[in-house]
Nanobody, 126 residues
Framework: QVVESGGGSVQPGGSLRLSCVIS????????IGWFRQAPGKEREGVSC????????YDAGSVKGRFTISRDPAKNTVYLQMNNLEPEDTGVYYC?????????????????????WGQGTLVTVSA
């Protein structure tokens, strides 16, 4: 099971931290990613991380602004989002695929995750 939290409304330039709690197996058994879908647009990968070794992949649009991290003790993955822009508005989903998958492959939508969360809404507006 995958459960996200932390969405909300912020002004441009603000920050939010999303959390994704994975249940079932330890975090090291998964590659985990954050995806988002804006109204009228296709889903896109944002940031992904290996639950095992912590290797990361970020989409170009969020590099330098978003940071993905993990806490194995809490079986949780975080997405720290800074300097938010209106274009970051959308529903953010956490997804997990069993380890062995490439981190970049998950974020580039080249494989289908095994588990999806229900999503959390992020709204950036003045």
């Amino acid at each position: 099971q995958v459960v996200e939290s932390g969405g909300g409304s912020v002004q441009p330039g603000g920050s939010l931290r999303l959390s994704c709690v994975i249940s079932g197996m330890p975090l090291e058994y998964y590659v985990i990613g954050w995806f988002r879908q804006a109204p009228g647009k296709e889903r896109e990968g944002v940031s992904c991380i290996s639950g095992d070794d912590g290797s990361r992949y970020d989409a170009g649009s969020v590099k330098g602004r978003f940071t993905i991290s993990r806490d194995p003790a809490k079986n949780t993955v975080y997405l720290q989002m800074n300097n938010l822009e209106p274009e970051d508005t959308g529903v953010y989903y956490c997804a997990a695929v069993y380890r062995g998958a490439q981190v970049s492959a998950l974020c580039e939508d080249r494989l289908e995750p095994n588990h999806w969360g229900q999503g959390t809404l992020v709204t950036v507006s003045a």
